[in-house]
């Protein structure tokens, strides 16, 4: 496997072909977990995973998957989407874990090392979490790996069929001390 980046228990790899049957399976089973919080159609078949990949090879997207290093398994996934270049060098994460892997704190370690990846390959400065404020989980998650609340934003995201407020999380290069970061600090491009 390509991962990008590896920690103890997880490691973070693009998201690719191959890997339609394993996905369509995880977010079968989590359709309830997931129906509530996250935009956008359900990946539960082919014609759903290929509209999603198509994403990534035509958009300022970068899709990657969080995989149990021993095994190889898909735990979670981080998409670090609508990258902005230039003088804002900044992107907007979503992410979500499955019934049979949420819990683990895989979601921690592997949101963790994306951070580490968008700050140092990728380049970016900015990274923000859009949260509804009944999503717990969530915001336990991005508050765990450094992010900080910004605000609140009324009707800020269309999900589970109306407009949403959502918390308005971000973390900078300036607030994590990871060497990936020192080494590669974001610069306009
Ligand atoms: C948001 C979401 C990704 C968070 O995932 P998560 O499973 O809670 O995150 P982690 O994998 O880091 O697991 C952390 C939990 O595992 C627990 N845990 C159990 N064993 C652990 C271990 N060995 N190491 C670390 N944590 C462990 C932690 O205590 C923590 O639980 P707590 O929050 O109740 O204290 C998940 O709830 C999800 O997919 N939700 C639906 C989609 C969604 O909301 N996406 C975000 C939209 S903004």
């Not at 995880?26 to 996250?38: C, G, I, T």
């Not at 979500?96 to 895989?106: D, E, L, M, Q």
Request: aromatic share 8%; with cysteine.
């Amino acid at each position: 496997m390509s991962y990008v980046r590896q920690g103890k228990r997880v490691a973070i790899r693009p998201i690719d072909r191959g890997d339609c049957a394993e996905l369509v399976v995880l977010n079968r089973e989590s359709a309830d977990l997931h129906a509530r919080w996250m935009p956008g159609p359900p990946i539960v078949d082919r014609e759903a995973f290929d509209a999603y990949l198509r994403r990534f090879e035509e958009g300022p997207h970068v899709g990657l998957l969080v995989c149990d290093s021993r095994t190889g398994r898909i735990v979670g996934r981080v998409n670090v989407n609508d990258i902005v270049r230039g003088s804002k060098q900044t992107a907007t994460l979503g992410y979500a874990a499955y019934v049979s892997t949420t819990g683990r704190g895989y979601m921690t370690e592997g949101l963790g090392l994306v951070v580490e990846h968008a700050f140092g390959e990728l380049g970016l400065h900015r990274l923000e979490a859009n949260i509804q404020p009944g999503n717990t989980r969530s915001v336990n998650l991005v508050r765990r790996v450094g992010f900080r609340k910004e605000g609140y934003s009324p009707d800020f995201q269309f999900v589970d069929g109306a407009w949403r407020d959502h918390e308005r999380w971000a973390i900078t290069v300036e607030m994590v001390q990871s060497p990936a970061a020192t080494r590669s600090p974001a610069q306009p491009r």
